[in-house]
């Protein structure tokens, strides 16, 4: 645009003089980012109607009107790398390939004051590098960057990346922090930090004072939770090593931290990742004896990543056969957690793990599996995802492999489970089913509409209609006004169909109406009760039954609500299979519930009634 042009439209928009210097960068050539239409390049200005027409990858040939692009538009430097790879393509893949470094400081020169916010770097360089490959790319070039003396890089995502005038090596970068820090915390990671930079450059740096105030933090922090004390103290000794100190002397030590067995699960659940493998090698040397049992209480209630290096330690250490069996006790007495059921189907087709695991692909694993989705579901204060539920879906293929000894019946039960779990939207349920239907036919009929379009009352607890009934006054009340606020908002930006704003405020409108009308739903079929109408001389809902099973050994069940359930304290809801087979019957009467590959025969032998907080 020409001066003239670039008058005329403040002219006609005042409020457009302050963005004076870009409207004449609009240029013909000129390459640009728009906030919805991403990267583009201006073909021309037409005098007469006002508009920019601008080639966009995804769409060619599209007119704007300037004084919109002013405020959702950034028109590049010669020098921005988008531009570089538009142009000169070769030298920009040669240099993500080979010199990743060099290209973050090429991008940082092309900022004011060679200085830019994590967020906004990162999503330039992820259109220079390509969305798919950019997560994977990003994170080797951050540790690249960490021992770059040219490039200040951020402790926090709030802060920014800093091209320095003058060098400064990583080491001596790490010291100074060190120094400045008040934070127990801050201390432990700049001394791990500091480590890595020594052992790489094989440095003979005086790392003394360093030594000592990470000692003292271990050793007098009140910031420091157990778990934070123990890696303090892991990274004091590596740190020791490295000047040459007797780790020994050192209190406290990793031991000492470690002595009371009892402390094992909470400290386990807040190590980092990284220190998961050390963690369990400590606890062996320091309980020999008590080891294998340690981690196996570990793995029972284990998250994450742990779960996995429990698994790999017990397996390493030759416990490959107990493993086995304690997964098939824990799957009997339906204690098996979801991180560990998550771990069993993925490892199922392992070559490390298959023989391991043959036994428990079976009917009676979905079973479990349905349980700990359900479980969780009915745990959660908000609809979040659950892993358990998300790779029932994705995998199109383990259904199929754990029906794949099943027989009709014990299906359909399973099929009737699924329909029933509080962890699954009406449409993935639809879905799940329709793969149990591919390998047994008859189960359609679970899915033939009622004549008379009933549906079935839910009997539940106070507790759990609450649960429910504030997530849907939650979204009623609060999320669905401020998504229409949100909505309203991004009306004014202009051009809904450029209008990124308003599209994501749409989408969040259609998720928040699904789940109120799924509330709506589960809420009118809701009947509360107190579980006082249950009767002593036969099972019912409010109702606890000590069970006689076929090895001998009894449990003593609470049958509750329809949202009800605690595995860990043996209660279940009134809609599980083994819940609806113990309906109406009596002592001494013997149950066989079919929800898995193989039947199970229990007994009652007493029947009592649930008093509410008891």
């Known amino acids: 645009m020409n001066s003239a042009s670039v008058s005329a439209l403040i002219a006609k928009h005042p409020s457009l003089k302050g963005s004076k210097s870009k409207l004449e960068a609009m240029e013909p050539g000129a390459y640009v980012v728009h906030r919805s239409w991403g990267f583009g390049k201006i073909q021309t200005y037409d005098e007469a109607t006002h508009r920019l027409t601008i080639d966009f990858k995804d769409k060619k040939g599209h007119t704007m009107d300037p004084a919109f692009c002013a405020t959702t538009m950034e028109i590049l430097p010669g020098r921005h790398l988008l531009v570089r790879k538009e142009e000169n393509p070769d030298e920009i893949a040669k240099m993500i390939a080979e010199s990743p470094v060099e290209l973050v400081v090429e991008a940082l020169k092309c900022y004011p004051n060679h200085a830019t916010t994590v967020l906004d770097l990162e999503m330039n360089l992820a259109q220079v590098v390509g969305e798919e490959k950019f997560k994977k790319w990003w994170a080797g070039v951050k540790k690249q960057l960490v021992n770059d003396p040219r490039v200040a890089v951020p402790e926090r995502k709030t802060e920014c990346y800093v091209l320095r005038e003058t060098p400064v090596s990583a080491e001596d970068e790490i010291m ?53 004390r123990l890696y303090g103290a892991a990274v004091r000794d590596d740190l020791t090593k490295l000047t040459g100190a007797e780790a020994a002397t050192l209190e406290p030590s990793q031991a000492s931290l470690i002595a009371n067995v009892r402390d094992l699960a909470a400290i386990a659940e807040k190590i980092p990742v990284h220190f998961q493998g050390r963690f369990l090698e400590l606890i062996k ?77 079976t009917p009676r694993l979905l079973g479990a599996i349905f349980f700990g989705i359900d479980y969780e579901a009915l745990q959660a204060s908000s609809a979040r995802r659950i892993p358990l539920a998300d790779i029932l879906s994705d995998d199109s293929e383990l259904i199929g492999d754990l029906l794949a000894t099943a027989d009709p019946e014990t299906a359909r039960d399973l099929a009737n489970t699924l329909l029933l779990n509080q962890g699954f939207e009406e ?19 679970l899915v033939a509409t009622d004549p008379e379009g009933r549906e079935e009352q839910l009997m539940v607890s106070r507790s759990s209609y609450d649960r429910r009934r504030e997530e849907y006054d939650q979204i009623v009340a609060k999320k669905i006004p401020e998504n229409s606020k949100a909505i309203a908002a991004a009306r004014e930006h202009g051009d809904l169909r450029e ?3 308003y599209k994501m405020a749409k989408q969040d409108q259609q998720m928040l109406m699904a789940r109120k009308r799924q509330l709506e739903r ?24 000590e069970l006689k099973h076929q090895d001998g050994s009894t449990t003593r069940y609470t049958i509750l609500g329809a949202w009800d359930g605690d ?33 199970e025969v229990h007994t009652v032998v007493a029947i009592g009634r649930y008093e509410s907080g008891a």
């Open 176 to 228: 100074e922090q060190f120094s400045g820090t008040r934070s127990a915390r801050r201390k432990i990671v700049l001394a791990e930090g500091l480590i890595a930079a020594v052992r790489r450059q094989d440095s003979k740096a005086d790392l003394s004072a360093v030594l000592k105030g990470l000692a003292d933090a271990v050793r007098d922090s009140n910031q420091l939770d157990a778990a934070q």
């Open 427 to 445: 449409l993935t349920k639809k879905s799940l089913l329709a793969r149990f239907i591919k390998i047994f036919p008859n189960i359609q009929s």
């Open 567 to 599: 595995p860990a304290n043996h209660v279940i809801s009134y809609k599980t299979p083994l819940g609806a087979a113990l309906m109406g019957r009596k002592v001494g009467e013997t149950v066989r519930v079919k929800t898995t590959g193989a039947e």
């Open 285 to 361: 040397e320091t309980h020999p004896v008590e080891c294998r049992d340690i981690v196996f209480n570990l793995l029972k209630v284990s998250q994450g990543k742990f779960t996995t290096e429990c698994i790999n330690f017990l397996v390493d250490n030759g416990h490959s056969d107990d493993l086995a069996a304690s997964l098939k006790r824990w799957q009997t007495e339906q204690n098996l957690r979801a991180p560990v059921l998550l771990w069993i189907v993925k490892n199922r087709h392992s070559k490390k793990f298959a023989k391991l695991l043959n036994d428990l692909i």
């Open 499 to 501: 209008n990124a704003e």
């Open 522 to 545: 589960d809420l009118h079929r809701a009947r509360v009760t107190d579980f006082k109408e249950a009767q002593a001389d036969q099972v019912g809902i409010g109702g606890i039954v």
